[in-house]
């Protein structure tokens, strides 16, 4: 039996059973659980406005997309419109998951070339994104229910925007980003980051299609069918499923009509090079739709919430992570109080048992024990998990 760690918290273990000699192996069964702390059992108890404070701090990833969306179940149980700090929400998310991806970047992708993680690269784009949320909440109460005092610092937001392309550029694309397949193929070729020799690992025949799953792509982001899937079954965040099957959220299923996805995914099929296609077309989207929103964005004041609900309520926040769709769902008692908290998050729609990599690992084709580790690693890392992952091997 072979293992192998990959960095992070909490885990999700990968089990492989192989068939085959030397000419050749293939996977002939691959187990796949998912194991996150469930933080939002801390929130249970609390009073809405302290749940939605406490969120954040829960979770050591996508803290924002996590206290954002208690924000907003917290909102839609207490019957509170705060619609007018949408945009500016959107422009926290998109920055943190900016910071997300760049992660993978420097630390993930260059593991998978075999050099050096680079977190010190991340200075630059930190700094940048650290500088949005007092650029929109000067007294740093964005993440409330009912939304802070927005009071948007155009210059400043154009500013960091400004850093934050200025990193992609230089991180990531080394020039424009690739359009379509021919593109991509000569900008791995070029070889001017680490993103690119990646890609032209990636894009080798033995790799670019290797993994695919057929899942479907998770297209739902009403919060009321969230609230219907997590209400209606206390196991649906360990177990979840779409149309009674499983599904994938992350980069593939926002840019699934993305040009270069659409033009990847004809040339090399679903695999690997899809995958990775869809999170460069994430990093080149995002500076886009930020800077869309500060051109449209407007000062707003809290909206108060009745200290003294009405009665029992529920309700359900969904937010977008570089990871995929994230869902909490809470119940409330006749104090304010939540009764009852359940999340889904990105990890347990792509890393269920029967999910993505489940089913693009089982019956692939790899050389060896060794080469199926490193192949698991790849799809592990195209799917980001936000827990360790390790991986077992039996023969």
Partial sequence: MSAATLPGEGSVSVRLWLDGGEGGMTIRRA??????????????????????????????LCGTAQGLAVARACEAALGIDANA??????????????????????VEWPARLGGPPRPTALRDLRS????????????GDGLRAGGGVLRPDTAALRDALERMAGWLDAAV????PPMDADDLVRWAGRGGSDAARLAARLLTPDLAGWGGCGVALLSERSPSRFKTMLAGDPSFATNPHYEDAPALTGPLERQADHPLVISVTERFGDGLARLFAARLADLAVLPRRME????????????????????????????????????HWLRLDGDGRLAEARMVAPTDWNFAAAGPLARGLAGADVRDRDDAVERVRLLVAMLDPCVACDIEVHE
Avoid: K, N
């Fill in 31 to 60: 187990e796949v659980a998912a194991r996150r702390p469930r933080a939002v059992a801390a929130l249970v108890g609390r009073p809405a406005a302290e749940a939605a404070r406490l969120a954040p701090l829960l979770f050591s």
């Fill in 292 to 327: 869309a929103a500060i051109a449209v964005l407007r000062p707003a004041d809290p909206v108060p919430a009745d200290p003294m609900p009405a009665g029992p309520g529920a309700g359900c926040g969904v937010s977008e992570t570089a990871r995929g769709r994230l869902a």
């Fill in 85 to 106: 700090h949408e945009t500016a929400r959107s422009l926290l998310t998109d920055a943190e998951a900016l910071d997300s991806h760049g992660w993978q970047v420097v």
């Fill in 128 to 139: 940048a994104v650290s500088a949005v949320p007092p650029a929109l909440y000067p007294a």
């Fill in 173 to 176: 694309f080394a020039g424009p």
